[in-house]
């Protein structure tokens, strides 16, 4: 199935299918795992074989999930991708020395070679190399701002980006604080006036999960593409990089000092708002059955954290008056729709891939010899072949495409 642009930036395909991977470092080896088992799945499904990425109208990612998002665009295969953590995982993350550690942990020149070398020292934003519409988190820290870089040819800001370097652009998503240095890009506004930007990773946004960005890129005219609504109109696959919740023992709150809610308060904010982003995509999308095999797993955890996993990985059936009073802001439905059939006020199908990176939950996934703690950290270089096997155990039990499969043939 052709995927490729027209002169208007418009896929030629429909229904229109997008894409969403969210941030976490080294941890973007679980949704690389997760897309190399949809890539097998669809070329069995229609008998043909091909990239991913081609298969998406529209592909979102911030930080990790930026790299994939590109890469996936650029037709890179998903195991292509799924190699690229496990063979430059440990050179990415080398750690610097004094004074320099007082800025950063890592050095960004291997990551910078690596980029450059997998999507070309001259691909540009607007090149034809990307045969999808994708979208790029940042945040730019010298005015304060969330930036989403797209290649949408309609996109109000595309006659300003298109000449940006794509490896930049990622590697501008990728520039987590404490951890790499920020990227410098030079970017023009309107009136073509130039200036040098610091960036930094996406993930310090409320978008390190974009994938409610991606919907409204999608479906709001003035992000240029206004493509109709409806759960079978629109498909968004959301890949999480695996979460967990953080929490502190009884009466050691008040001993904490600055450094120590520095390092809880950020991984906090940005899994509530990874949080908040999933819930309000299962009230306005109608979400598959979960497999069978992944609902017993989640009975493995304790209540809190099965009620967490229930929330990230399948969802709970919201209030459908909600999704109403949500689908007639966007002009699809009117109000009344809480009373129609459920699906009357959903406006997408939605599937969110992602895991609980807990005791139990590991334990259920047969991962027993696995340390969970060790596995949560976007730099746990020592972990790359857990963190696959992570992926792996997920792809296995969440990725069922047979059951999406109307949207691709």
Not at 325 to 353: E, F
């Amino acid at each position: 199935m052709d995927t490729t642009l027209k002169p208007d930036g418009e896929p030629t395909s429909s229904p229109k299918r997008l894409l969403s991977i969210d941030g976490g470092g080294l941890m973007g080896l679980i949704p690389a795992e997760a897309l190399v088992e949809m890539e097998r799945q669809l070329d069995c499904i229609t008998g043909n074989s091909m990239p991913i990425g081609r298969r998406f109208d529209l592909i979102g990612g911030t930080s990790t999930g930026a790299i994939l998002a590109a890469g996936l665009a650029m037709g890179i295969s998903a195991v292509e991708l799924r190699d690229f953590y496990l063979q430059y995982g440990k050179e990415i993350f080398t750690k610097v020395w004094p004074p320099e550690c007082f800025w950063h942990k890592y050095s960004s020149k291997g990551l910078q070679r690596r980029l450059k070398e997998k999507f070309g020292p001259s691909t540009t934003l607007g090149s034809d190399r990307l045969g999808s519409l994708v979208m790029i988190t940042t945040k730019n820290v010298t005015h304060g701002t969330t930036w989403f870089f797209t290649n949408n040819p309609n996109g109000t800001y595309y006659n300003v980006e298109k000449d940006m370097l794509l490896w930049e652009v990622v590697r501008a998503s990728t520039a987590a604080p404490t951890y790499f240095p920020p990227q410098k890009l030079t970017v023009r506004n309107k009136a073509g006036q130039v200036r040098r930007d610091e960036f930094v990773d996406g993930g310090v946004t409320s978008y390190n999960n974009p994938s409610l960005q991606v919907f409204l890129e999608a479906v709001l005219p003035r992000y240029g593409l206004g493509w109709q609504t409806g759960v079978d109109n629109l498909l968004l696959m959301s890949l999480g990089t695996g979460f967990n919740t953080l929490t502190i023992p009884a009466g050691a709150a008040a001993g904490y000092q600055m450094i120590d809610w520095a390092q809880y308060i950020i991984p906090e904010l940005m899994g509530e708002a990874n949080l908040q982003q999933n819930m309000l995509l299962h009230v306005i999308g109608r979400v598959p059955e979960p497999p069978q095999v992944a609902a017993k797993a989640m009975q493995a955890a304790s209540a809190s954290q099965a009620e967490a996993a229930a929330t990230q990985e399948s969802g709970a059936a919201p209030d459908n008056a909600v999704a109403a009073l949500i689908a007639a802001q966007l002009g699809r439905a009117n109000v009344g729709g809480a009373s129609l059939h459920p699906d009357a006020a959903k406006l997408l199908t939605y599937q969110r891939i992602t895991v609980s990176l807990t005791r139990k939950r590991l334990d259920g996934l047969g991962l027993t010899d696995i340390d969970a703690e060790k596995v949560s950290h976007m730099d746990a270089a020592d972990q790359l072949h857990n963190l696959q096997r992570i992926g792996i155990a997920v792809a296995t039990e969440q990725v069922h495409m047979d059951g999406l499969k109307r949207f691709f043939l």
